[in-house]
């Protein structure tokens, strides 16, 4: 980064810094005093003006042309000790970069990423990674020698050995680091004080069988205090000892908890529209692009706004505050915030409105970020005239906003688990121990899933001792019913109330429960390459572990392992994300049995990310040999006339084909899922593009599904480790808990409704309706028939609304006229 710019970046960083310090002094302050105090705003005033005048100086600033990202700064370090470990996140984050970076830059940018191996071994990463190649970005795989200052031009040389051990320079604009993430001397400190141990890497020590329980009964860690991570497993784990916490404080639940309540609502249909318009800065994600005060005068001059704000971030809790006052003050009965996306945001604001009195749908939210700043970031001018469309579009809307009822409905407080491998049984067990019953569906005639097949994790623990223990304890639980030889055929219901039917070895059953977890798992493909179910010789990797104890593999001099088998093609382009750390667990532990042998890993990239690079360094010390391979060069294995086998690959660096005999080779086979599309049908629930469930938000809700008590843990999310799919299932128990310790819940208001009068009974909203939320039902003693909606099932889709032919169905809180209105807006200065 150039030197100038770096400053520019620091200045502000420290400017945004100083006006939240002023922020809270101010409020601190006007709580003092009984009302805000003059100098505080003028103070607020001038380092706003302070923030926007560096905030346009940084948008003036020389823009880059060539950016080179360097990954694995301080991470797996042969030489520090502390170090060796992978960080997990930094190929995804250089990648996101890069590729925002072409997108904002004004013009061609070239973005060059130096790396290792790229680990985008997270659900969907290998797409996101391939979709950046496709759009220019550059990968050079390499070791990079040194960074050096090209005379007064403020550029930077790369000196850099290529794969093929060639000594190469390029010169860049400019260079980000990808830096490791390591623990900090104050969690050090704080783990000595609450006697918490630590691993090598100084990181909270767990085990894969309790993943969020530190060393100590009753302790829990999460999120990177464990080691890197990125924040969907982050977000999970905070989860899952919420849950682990849950279950052994289950006695005591809700004997200290304060229900929140909320004022009584103001009735404001008599009320002509009082607007509150507010404007986000979004520290400098909107206001770096968007002229906010323009908006913000602009927003004064609509019809019905009686008051207008601009806020640094509208979502602070301090922001929120003031928001609460300044409803109360100006007497609003509307609200509308420009600023980021509704997708996060809006359930924030709309509690702040029931605080405030108000009832929460008569809230209005303008996306001028997602949808404006930072899809026009070079182009401030038309930026900001479309930030006003926005806004306008929003007010005119809010003007004709009526309140919605939020109805509520029973919970059944029971829970079904469709799965009984690791992840299904750990979720039930988490909530019977919370005192919740469970039920478990396993198609199979018997529990454990793919646990049974795997004898080690890769932290060398007994997993058949784990799987005996485990199903043990579920099925001696007075609050779990297992039921084996089971399928799902029949699924309905809403949040708190499904009814589920199940054939349970020929026999017809119906569950009653309050909410879901799927939890089916997945399974390894058979692959049709590589001789695999023509030689005997050639294994996949959980066959490995059942031959591990024949001559075949006792006897052997010489194994190869294949990765990526059926992973990261056209067909299937995901990461199965275990295969690697598995491979090399067992190379090292055939290196331990026989120190002579050779074993040989063919891969294309090597991803044994967070401290599962020890395993890498423990290979490579034994001699274990990787050679690297790409799509267009796969390894070709072929018979070998009854002797060992023969397979060729072309070696990376050799730049030739080599041949190798070993006695056995494994398949690192791809993980997919089995009978996920006709449960997803049966549950309504979506899968990904690679046929996995798909979470509501990979981010702030990875174990949730868009249908309200319904969730998904373990393989049949995406493929992961014993100790994530033991943490993801806590998770789910975690989640589901929060329905079902309530007696009751508040649905959703912005539901589909029928005009009984208009409808003809014709069924097509409940022919496209993917929820099951409308119904035919008769009226009178005749054949006439209209559709009635179940608002607990509804989602306000509208697809009802689009298919109904005589307009009888619509979505409250999206009717026609509110609609119209926004269109109108748009059109219409």
């Known amino acids: 980064m150039r030197p100038s710019e770096m400053s520019l970046k620091d200045e502000i960083a420290a400017a945004e810094k100083e006006l939240q310090k002023a922020e809270r002094q101010a409020k601190q302050q006007e709580e003092k005093e009984g009302k805000p105090v003059p100098e505080s705003q003028e103070k607020l005033q001038l380092l706003q003006s302070q923030l926007e005048a560096l905030s346009t100086k940084m948008a003036g600033a020389h823009e880059p042309k060539k950016i080179a990202w360097l990954q694995c700064v301080g991470s797996r370090d042969i030489n520090h000790c502390d170090n060796g470990y992978c960080s997990g996140v930094c190929c995804m984050y250089a990648i996101k970069e890069a590729v ?62 290529s794969e093929t051990g060639n000594m190469m320079e390029e010169e860049f604009d400019m260079v980000v680091l990808s830096v490791g993430l390591e623990s900090s001397p104050e969690v050090r400190s704080l783990a000595e004080k609450l006697q918490v141990e630590l691993d090598h890497y100084h990181f909270a020590a767990t085990n894969s069988f309790t993943p ?307 939890a089916t798992g997945a399974h390894s493909i058979k692959p049709e390459e590589y001789l695999y179910g023509k030689n005997p010789r050639v294994f996949r990797w959980h066959e490995l572990e059942e031959a591990w104890d024949t001559d075949v593999v006792k006897q052997a001099q010489s194994a190869v392992f294949i990765q990526c088998v059926g992973s990261r093609e056209p067909d299937r382009p995901h990461c199965s994300r275990i295969c690697c750390t598995f491979s090399v667990q067992r190379a090292v532990e055939l290196k331990e049995r026989n120190p002579e042998m050779d074993v040989y890993i063919l891969y294309r990239d090597i991803r044994t990310y967070g401290e599962r690079e020890d395993l890498y ?105 014993i100790d994530e799919s033991v943490a993801q299932a806590q998770a789910a128990a975690a989640r589901a808990a929060t329905i079902l310790s309530r007696k009751s819940i508040e649905v959703e208001g912005v539901v589909a409704n029928v005009e009984e009068s208009m409808c003809r009974g014709c069924g097509k909203c409940v022919e496209v309706c993917p929820y099951g939320a409308p119904q035919l039902v008769q009226i009178g003693e005749g054949d006439v028939s209209v559709s009635h909606i179940q608002e607990a099932l509804c989602k306000g889709c509208g697809a009802c609304a689009v298919a109904c032919p005589t307009g009888a169905a619509a979505i409250r809180h999206f009717n026609d006229r509110e609609v119209l209105s926004m269109v109108e807006a748009a059109l219409c200065q």
């Open 617 to 721: 360094k423990e290979a490579r010390k034994r001699g274990v040999i990787f050679i690297r391979y790409d799509l267009e060069h796969k390894p070709v294995v072929e018979e070998n006339g009854g002797g060992p086998l023969r397979v060729t690959v072309l070696d990376h660096v050799l730049q030739r084909p080599i041949t190798l005999t070993p006695d056995f080779v494994t398949l690192a086979s791809a993980i997919e899922t089995r009978g996920a599309e006709e449960l997803g049908q049966l549950f309504k629930v979506p899968l990904s593009q690679d046929k996995f469930f798909l979470e509501v938000h990979m981010k702030l809700r990875p174990v949730d599904f868009a249908t309200d008590g319904l969730f998904v843990c373990g393989l049949a999310h995406y493929p992961k480790s």
């Open 212 to 518: 969020v329980a530190t060393s100590r009964p009753g302790v829990y860690a999460c999120g990177v205090l464990q080691g890197p991570k990125d924040i969907p497993l982050a977000v999970m784990e905070a989860s899952a000892a919420a849950g682990a916490a849950a279950s052994r404080l289950a006695s005591a639940r809700n004997t200290l908890v304060k229900e929140k309540t909320f004022p009584q609502e103001r009735d404001v249909s008599a009320e002509p529209p009082r607007i509150g318009v507010f404007v986000c800065n979004c520290g400098v994600n909107i206001s770096s692009v968007v002229r906010v005060p323009e908006v913000v005068e602009y927003a004064k001059s609509l019809p019905n706004v009686v008051y207008v704000q601009e806020n640094l971030f509208s979502c602070s809790q301090d922001a929120q505050d003031k928001l609460v006052k300044v409803i109360e003050e100006q007497n609003l009965n509307r609200v509308v915030v420009a600023a980021c996306s509704p997708r996060t945001h809006e359930p924030l604001f709309q509690e702040t409105l029931r605080n405030s009195s108000l009832n929460k749908y008569l809230f209005e939210q303008a996306n001028i970020r997602d949808q404006c700043s930072w899809v026009h970031a070079s182009e401030p001018g038309k930026a900001t005239e479309k930030a006003k469309d926005l806004v306008r579009m929003g007010v005119s809307r809010a003007a004709l906003i009526e309140p919605l009822p939020m109805p509520s409905v029973p919970v059944n407080q029971s829970a079904l688990v469709v799965g009984g491998g690791i992840a299904g049984m750990v979720t039930a067990l988490t909530l019977a121990k919370q005192g919740f019953r469970a039920h478990i569906v396993e198609e199979k005639d018997r529990l454990g899933g793919h646990g049974l097949k795997i004898h080690r994790t890769w932290k060398n623990e007994d997993v058949p001792a784990f799987m005996e223990e485990l199903s043990r304890e579920v099925t001696s639980h007075p609050s779990i019913q297992v039921h084996l030889g089971s399928k799902v055929t029949q699924a309905a219901g809403y949040v708190g109330n499904f009814s589920t039917t199940i054939n349970s070895n020929g026999e017809q059953k119906n569950i009653d429960h309050g909410v879901t977890i799927l």
């Open 100 to 161: 925002i970076a072409r997108e904002h830059a004004k013009g061609d940018l070239d973005a060059a990423i130096f790396y290792m191996d790229m680990r985008t071994y997270g659900k969907e990463f290998e797409q996101y990674y391939n979709r950046a190649k496709d759009n220019g970005v550059r990968f050079i795989r390499s070791r990079v020698h040194s960074i050096d200052p090209v005379g007064d031009t403020g550029n930077l040389r790369i000196t850099f050995a």
